[in-house]
């Protein structure tokens, strides 16, 4: 169990710029999620896969935001034209997901996105 | 409505002294709980969890946590605090619907 995995740690860019974040969950893990917490806030759901099939996605996923899970596997999100209003830390989990229940989602370190 | 209050943003306590985090939860059914703790920059490291088990249920890190369905509550203790444990902790509730929803954190801060 090498944990769930996330690149890059930190991503500085300008404002207007797109940027991808990639997650790797932990192996045979059949559920991955996305969050996001800005500073001093706890983290909040942006979507969710089952497998590759994306099944919720949070109001707070304007247009700008494109998430991906095209084998099952690692799972990536796009953010174009970013805004100031993007910069926070967005963190990946995933837990085994069907015919588990109640397991716990298991967190990544986090990309913490920074808008100049 | 389904909601998750951490009725303290920060607590601060002696080193060796006890620690208690309050959390309170809104739901028509027993949902599941968690507590998760985040060190700075760094992602959420789980503490403990409640399944409708045990209502005391045992962490890491010699952290509890009792379930008590008739006040809703879902409060963290530790006997002795100790300097490692400063960090943000976060309650948090599966509400059934593949989403966790987070307090919004206790800054604990332990006082040499």
């Known amino acids: 169990d090498t944990g769930v995995s996330q690149n890059p740690r930190h991503k500085i860019t300008k404002r207007g710029q797109n940027v991808t974040f990639r997650c790797d969950p932990i192996?045979?893990?059949?559920?991955l999620y996305w969050y996001r917490q800005t500073l001093g806030q706890g983290p909040e759901f942006l979507t969710y896969?089952?497998?590759?099939?994306?099944?919720?996605k949070s109001r707070l996923l304007s247009d700008r935001f494109s998430a991906e899970r095209p084998k099952g596997s690692f799972s990536t999100l796009e953010i174009q034209r970013t805004e100031q209003g993007d910069s926070a830390m967005y963190l990946c989990a995933s837990s085994p997901g069907v015919g588990v229940s109640n397991q716990p989602q298991h967190f990544g370190d986090g990309t913490r996105l920074s808008i100049l | 409505a389904q909601s998750v209050t951490q009725l303290d943003s920060h607590v601060s306590v002696s080193e060796g002294t006890p620690v208690l985090l309050r959390c309170n939860y809104s739901?028509?059914?027993?949902?599941?709980l968690f507590w998760y703790v985040q060190h700075p920059n760094k992602g959420l490291q789980l503490l403990l969890k409640y399944t409708s088990a045990a209502t005391l249920v045992k962490g890491i890190n010699g952290f509890e946590a009792e379930f008590k369905k008739s006040e809703t509550s879902f409060h963290l203790t530790k006997p002795s605090a100790h300097m490692s444990d400063a960090a943000e902790y976060f309650c948090?509730?599966?509400?059934?619907?593949?989403?966790?929803?987070f307090g919004t954190g206790t800054r604990l801060t332990i006082i040499p």
């Open positions: 948090v509730v599966d509400f059934g619907n593949e989403k966790l929803t």
């Open positions: 739901s028509s059914y027993s949902p599941s």
């Open positions: 896969f089952q497998n590759e099939a994306q099944l919720e």
């Open positions: 192996s045979e893990h059949n559920r």
